[in-house]
């Protein structure tokens, strides 16, 4: 990996931001859900505590995205709104330079019926109206040079409310400005669930609209969707765009945070900081992974020494990267088969397996990081019966639960597996023994019972450092 090029960090106060390589390319601040705008409020001091670490960086973000929830709302008194957005943007948003731009999406709390709505268009008048009928003010886009960024409203009233996005004026903008380098969207509601939390319309797109939304996404190649509204830090990635949902910008004491991104030709970077200063996420799309015709063929004899000198740290994390490749068998009962099994004592459930599972042969995997509790499962695609194969499976220990991947060969995009974990591969301790093909060397079995089955593996470790800033892998 290259390295990051970053301002000199004039004072131990300062933060340094990660900046465009080349000094081509943008950086950028997202923060959302701060449900503010109330003096002497708990939500008062801690979008405060998140306000004081961007405060810190340098150089100071060329532009901020806040994608909704800045004041409490909830409230049907039009004066209480106006007088909270007025708290929010002259009192606590009062350390912020005018000349720094700051894009608005709509939320919850913000644009929940028509009278919202029409406060969020006049005390934000500044942002651009150049979006959908019956819509100006509450979704638009900017071009700034090479990067395009588009507002979308993720619960406008003439849709249905929330849970809804216009998906057709989206195509169109997209189309009109395909010149542009970069492109991001930037949203309320995530598209895709985050930690196995669902509830349509509520929590998350509902769910034919969400599809029409990322295959809008997908045709006109957008980089990432930026959302918020689930008071967490979740990334994932759906056929090779990533979906970022940052929420914790005074609501959710348990993940005060901000993000602190760049974009340049080698894609983009972010770092997620909590309200100390420290990187307790980081992460540089797209991955950089040689051909995996060059990967190491992976054995039960040896295998672990792939991870030897792996550690953590705030700043580091951890790419492993498998390719599976054989015949499947034929049809047959549902029983688990084993790709991968990683174990450590016998006498107990392995830690650690990459397997099929039912008569659909759906590839899974299961970690137990912690003896004794139940095993926590990824679920990716299904294998065909009686055909060759080829699946790649990779971990980033950066990511969070997103972090467990799949894709089938080298040219095509990652995909996030599917789970309702809240952690993911950060939680791994790597097993000390490994069994190809069967589970746990044969004690418990649930062989493969497929033909000329075989694996390749490759590990990076990946490192960001405080001080400069330079990332290795």
């Known amino acids: 990996m290259e390295d990051l090029t970053i301002t000199p960090v004039p004072g131990l106060s300062d933060i340094p931001a990660i900046l465009p390589r080349n000094n081509e390319g943008h950086q950028f601040v997202c923060y959302a859900d701060s449900c503010s705008g109330v003096p002497g409020a708990p939500e008062e001091l801690a979008f405060a505590n998140v306000n004081a670490v961007i405060e810190r960086l340098r150089p100071q973000p060329q532009f901020i995205c806040f994608p909704g929830d800045q004041i409490i709302g909830l409230t049907n008194d039009e004066e209480v709104l106006r007088s909270q957005w007025q708290y929010w943007h002259e009192k606590e948003l009062a350390w912020l330079d005018k000349s720094t731009p700051l894009y608005h999406t709509t939320g919850n709390h913000t644009a929940y019926d028509v009278v919202s709505e029409k406060v969020f268009g006049e005390v934000l008048a500044h942002l651009p109206r150049n979006g959908p009928p019956g819509q100006e003010g509450l979704t638009y886009f900017v071009r700034r040079d090479d990067l395009l960024l588009v507002f979308v409203n993720t619960m406008w009233s ?4 929330e849970g809804h996005v216009e998906t057709k004026w989206l195509d169109q903008t997209l189309s009109s400005h395909a010149d542009a380098r970069f492109k991001l969207v930037i949203g309320h509601h995530p598209v895709h669930p985050v930690n196995g939390c669902s509830s349509p319309y509520a929590l998350e797109i509902e769910p034919e609209n969400g599809r029409e939304f990322w295959r809008v996404l997908l045709k006109h190649k957008v980089m990432a969707y930026v959302c918020s509204h689930l008071l967490t830090f979740d990334v994932q990635v759906h056929e090779g765009i990533l979906q970022i949902l940052t ?25 997620a900081l909590d309200t100390d200063g420290r990187i307790r996420n980081w992460l540089e ?18 295998s672990s020494l792939v991870f030897a000198g792996i550690d953590g740290g705030d700043a580091t994390a951890n790419l492993v990267v498998w390719r599976f490749s054989g015949t499947s068998a034929t049809a047959g009962d549902g029983d688990a088969q084993t790709l991968l099994c990683g174990w450590d004592n016998l006498s107990k459930p392995a830690p650690f397996w990459i397997g099929l599972i039912g008569r659909e042969r759906r590839l899974c995997i299961l970690i137990s990081p912690a003896p004794g509790r139940s095993p926590v499962y990824w679920h990716g695609p299904m294998l065909q019966p009686d055909e060759s194969f080829e699946i790649q499976i990779a971990m980033h220990t950066g990511m969070g639960p997103g972090g467990m991947l799949w894709r089938w060969n080298d040219r095509e995009a990652w995909s996030s597996l599917a789970s309702a974990s809240s952690w993911g591969p950060e939680c791994i301790t790597w097993p000390s023994s490994w069994s190809v093909g069967h589970d746990q060397r044969g004690v418990t079995d649930r062989p493969f019972r497929g033909n000329d089955f075989d694996i390749a593996c490759h590990a990076q470790h990946l490192r960001l450092s405080h001080h400069n800033n330079e990332a290795s892998g």
């Open 247 to 271: 929420a914790g910008a005074g609501r959710a004491p348990r993940s005060l945070h901000c993000l602190q991104a760049t974009l340049d030709t080698h894609g983009l970077r972010y770092q």
């Open 285 to 302: 799309w797209p991955l950089s992974i040689p051909s995996s015709d060059t990967w190491k063929p992976f054995s039960s004899s040896g």
């Open 158 to 161: 003439g849709l249905g409310g």
